[in-house]
């Protein structure tokens, strides 16, 4: 399977790539750009939650915890005492990151029910529902949870392409175990899982408004207005064939 570098990296670019093709067409601003980046690349280390000794595991409740901190701050900060308020705040943060990652630990596997585009989808979708609880439009809200589903399966994607062995031509045993639809081997937790998308997916916002930003590429261009690809091609046709072979016959005079 791929690493942490390249599930992180590559789950950035592409969500950074994304991000600015959603922005150059106009339809997000500058700093949703950044947050969707931060997505997919949250997404991109998901599936890899359920692995007791992953460093993806580690980072996530690193970020989970760091997130949920940064929550109550915005929300308690002129309700209570400075003193209060970094007790709360680290009381917080150490149940997430080192309780919460504990008690995850016990009760998962790794390339288990996590692992699946069931799951993904699920934290998909309850990312759309935080969004909205911080007031963020429902637009934002379904590109948020858009880009960490997209990460999710870059990840898996990356994890199949690493089950291939080019080399010697054969699949490798953990070919089929990471793009899956859900865990068959967890039956009754998947069925939790796929009640609980069709759950979330009714009680969501309307996605027409994110349909439409994603379909609608009326104001997109690719290239710059001065730049023309047939003014390119002549320009490299004099520059590697016109113009050498006029000098050459001007040297010959001599």
Request: aromatic letters at 16%; charged letters at 10%.
């Given at each position: 399977m791929a690493n942490f570098s390249t599930h992180f990296s590559v789950a950035a670019i592409i969500s950074g790539l994304t991000a600015t093709t959603l922005l150059?067409?106009?339809?997000?601003?500058?700093?949703?750009?950044?947050?969707?980046?931060?997505?997919?690349?949250i997404g991109g280390l998901l599936p890899d939650i359920d692995?007791?000794?992953?460093?993806?595991?580690?980072?996530?409740?690193?970020?989970?915890?760091?997130?949920?901190?940064f929550l109550l701050v915005s929300h308690i900060y002129t309700q209570v005492a400075?003193?209060?308020?970094?007790?709360?705040?680290?009381?917080?943060?150490?149940?997430?990151?080192?309780?919460?990652?504990?008690?995850f630990d016990r009760y998962t596997v790794h390339r288990g029910a996590c692992h699946s585009i069931a799951f993904i989808t699920l934290i998909a979708l309850c990312c759309v529902h935080i969004c909205v609880l911080l007031s963020r439009s429902a637009i934002d809200s379904w590109l948020a949870g858009g880009f960490v589903l997209l990460g999710g399966i870059i990840h898996l994607a990356l994890d199949e392409i690493y089950s291939v062995d080019l080399a010697n031509k054969r699949l490798k045993k953990s070919f089929g175990t990471a793009?899956?639809?859900?865990?068959?081997?967890?039956?009754?937790?998947?069925?939790?899982?796929?009640?609980?998308?069709?759950?979330?997916?009714?009680?969501?916002?309307?996605?027409?408004?994110?349909?439409?930003?994603?379909?609608?590429?009326?104001?997109?261009?690719?290239?710059?207005?001065?730049?023309?690809?047939?003014?390119?091609?002549?320009?490299?046709?004099?520059?590697?064939y016109i113009t050498p072979r006029d000098l050459h016959a001007f040297y010959q005079r001599f």
């Open positions: 150059s067409a106009g339809h997000i601003s500058p700093s949703i750009a950044l947050w969707m980046t931060f997505f997919g690349t692995s007791n000794h992953s460093t993806s595991m580690k980072a996530l409740f690193t970020l989970l915890a760091g997130f949920c901190c400075m003193l209060e308020l970094i007790l709360y705040v680290m009381s917080l943060f150490v149940a997430i990151r080192y309780f919460g990652k504990a008690i793009l899956k639809p859900f865990a068959f081997t967890k039956p009754f937790i998947s069925l939790a899982q796929i009640i609980a998308i069709v759950i979330l997916f009714e009680l969501a916002p309307s996605y027409d408004g994110a349909l439409h930003v994603i379909t609608n590429w009326s104001h997109f261009q690719l290239t710059p207005g001065w730049f023309n690809i047939d003014d390119a091609k002549q320009w490299l046709l004099h520059m590697f």
